[in-house]
């Protein structure tokens, strides 16, 4: 079932949660290097758990990491990986937190490199998935098939997050030609 599908049969208490995502960041764009982060920090995340989860713990999760600046997580210490790894708001994992710091530091470079982390992913857009999994493991901690697969789809790079009939889809079209280069 799809995510679009799976969030019409959703009880009213968890389909406003999903359908804000959905609808409104699901496939679409992001030009931000801070936010582009923050979808790849939440993926990481994600790892294991539901979906959901993160939605909830968004908020938490931008106040932990001080929405998602790059330039203060990559200069996080053992204070704040402690503080990090005591915050219940948040997933408290020691590899996704070091992760976290880790990309941030790499995302840095590339924005030394490429002017930023979009140009980074423009640079080497399109490829296939497997392509993209291969490149995201060489230069990135803790990204598996997965992980890329639906950080590329949540943020335009890969097709897929929409079904043809589904309401958002063309609006996707329209914002991202992105998906029009497979």
Known sequence: ???????????????????????????FPIHD???LFCRLVLEINQAGLSWE????KEISFRKAYHNFDIKKVASYGDLDRERLLSDSGIIRNKLKVNAAIENAKTILQLQKEFGSFEKWIEHHHPKT?????????????????????????????????????CKTYKKVLETNPMWLKK
């Open 53 to 56: 989860t993160i939605l909830k």
């Open 33 to 35: 290097d801070n936010e």
């Open 129 to 165: 998935k497997e392509e993209w999994v291969k490149l995201f493991k060489k230069t990135f901690k803790f990204t598996g098939g997965e992980i890329v697969n639906e950080f590329l789809m949540s943020i335009g790079y890969l097709p897929g997050a929409h079904e043809a009939d």
């Open 1 to 27: 079932m799809s995510y679009c599908t799976a969030i019409e049969s959703m009880p009213e208490s968890r389909k406003n949660l999903h359908k804000n995502y959905h609808d409104k960041l699901y496939g």
